[in-house]
């Protein structure tokens, strides 16, 4: 099945595999920029705005859980979490591998420490009562391997259980974003929102509602010779905009 994506306003944006996104991120970080930080405060950024419109004015009284992994993916969900305290939000960033933070995570993690926001230890949060309004989902990215195993696997199998409602971050954890499969667990989410090109991997019946995000990358990266992306600038005077798949 060959997916097709649209924007609100009917435009198609070319949808990308894993390999085809590292290779953007190759050509931003290395040829052109933004540079990580610069992508990953705007991912981070972009979904706390997004937890916030998810909760519909209820956003002050919820309780919001950040489930962050090791790389990138992670590391907007690190940086979304700041985001959300900075503006006194009750959040809580359960990480699922403290040990192998990557270094600009790692970044993230450090600031995230000067919020009001809490760290909560995968123990405590596994045995937690207290009522969860929202989860962000931001465990694992493009970068899945196999099934998901150890504490990404705890932590997918704990937020499914509760009645919250959870957000992806790019994907939904367990996802595979090239070819949707599923090769274990993974996140039943009620949205998601994807980085800069929709996926290959996103099917509608795995993302829920699904949104697009600008992290700030130019025309100039997608159209370098490596990709030569057929892509027109779609996000006019917003950063994030409702994309829809259609079967093709
Ligand atoms: N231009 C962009 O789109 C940008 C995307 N960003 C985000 O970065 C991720 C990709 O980051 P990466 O560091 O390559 O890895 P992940 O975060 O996807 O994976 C993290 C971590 O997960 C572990 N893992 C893999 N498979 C398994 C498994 N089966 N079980 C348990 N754990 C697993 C593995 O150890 C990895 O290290 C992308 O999706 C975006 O969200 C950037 O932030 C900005 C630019
Ligand atoms: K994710």
């Known amino acids: 099945m060959e997916l097709k994506f649209f924007t609100d306003t009917g435009l198609e944006i070319p949808s990308v595999t894993a390999e085809q996104m590292i290779e953007v991120d190759r050509v931003a970080t290395e040829e052109t920029g933004p540079n990580l930080f610069q992508m990953m405060e705007n991912a981070g950024r972009n979904l706390a705005l997004q937890a916030i419109s998810t909760l519909n004015g209820q956003w002050q009284q919820a309780n919001i859980i950040v489930l962050a992994g090791s790389g990138g993916n992670g590391g907007g969900g690190i940086c979304a979490a700041r985001h959300l305290a900075n503006r006194g939000a009750n959040v809580k960033l ?56 150890g504490n990404a696997l705890d932590l997918i199998e704990w937020a499914n259980r509760l009645d919250a409602s959870i957000l992806s971050l790019d994907i939904p954890s367990g996802v595979d974003s090239t070819t949707g499969d599923t090769p274990g667990a993974f996140i039943h989410a009620q949205g998601t929102m994807t980085l800069a090109l929709p996926k290959t991997g996103l099917l509608p019946e795995r993302t829920g509602e699904l949104t697009l995000a600008d992290i ?33």
Do not use: M
């Open 216 to 248: 700030g990358i130019p025309a100039g990266a997608y159209a370098w010779k490596t990709l030569q992306l057929d892509y027109l600038p779609p996000f006019g005077d917003r950063y994030r905009i409702p994309l829809t798949a259609r079967d093709h």
């Open 94 to 149: 359960c990480l699922s591998s403290v040990e192998r933070l990557k270094e600009v995570p790692a970044w993230q993690r450090r600031i995230f420490q000067a919020t009001n926001g809490q760290e909560i230890a995968i123990e405590d949060l596994l045995a937690t009562d207290e009522p969860i309004d929202l989860i962000l989902d931001a465990l694992i990215g493009y970068s899945l391997r196999a099934a998901p195993r």
